[in-house]
């Protein structure tokens, strides 16, 4: 879909914002403090910040990455979490404006939780359940307005997804995954149901295994811990951004694979 620049931009810009208070919600529930009360603060020496120490973007570079009382370099998180919040809000409008706004505002919305937890499980290697629970909700009311899937492929998928990890979980006993892993495979089962869970899958693995690759030819040692779910969340919106992509793709790759063995 074409959309003008100038809604292009007034997106990004909103996206921005929106990432900024994303940051907030990632620090402060690290920190075990609300994100919806009190002022912030420069998490080195305590000073409250003003408005103009806030600007989405603007206030980060301008302070050249430093806090502006202190000193102190800020972590680039809240630079690039801002950016990538902002792009994602212009891919998400270009890829579901055609499917309404009602439909749009619900992806928004989803893809900024999706944000919190690639983010945190990332740093942190923990998904809360603050994070997951609500955004399982609002996949299910998703399918209740709107049911783009079956219910028997709406019910399998969340199933399947969850009881995948669930006995990865069980096998580890509780060492590689955690409780947030199996729900976040429940919520992608739920929104993309039991025949794309599969494709979404082979595309996080894929992705790992890539990451992985590179950060063992680069550091030339192993990783000690590698979080899943940014690399599902990865593959979550790979696939629903090209899914015809990423069929074809996948398809043929193991159609190669089996070509090889047979």
Known sequence: MDFPVLIAILLFIAGASIGSFLNVVIERTQQRRSFWQGRSFCNHCNHQLVWYDLIPLVSFLSLGAKCRYCRKKLSWQYFCLEVLTGLGFVAVAWRFTPHGYGFLAF??????????????DLKYQYIYD????????????AQIIWQPLTWWQFLLGGAVGAGVYLALYFLSQGKDIGGGDIRLGALIGFFVGLKALLYVLLYSYFIALLVLLIYLLVKRKKIK??????????????????PLQSVQLIDSVFGKIVDFLI
Not at 107 to 120: A, Q, T
Not at 130 to 141: G, N, Q
């Open 107 to 120: 992806w928004l919305l989803l893809f900024s939780f999706l944000v919190v937890i690639f983010v945190y």
């Open 130 to 141: 603050r994070f997951s629970l609500p955004a399982i909700a609002l996949v299910i009311l």
């Open 225 to 242: 811990y590698l979080p899943l779910g940014p690399f599902l969340i990865s593959g979550l919106l790979l696939y629903q951004f090209f």
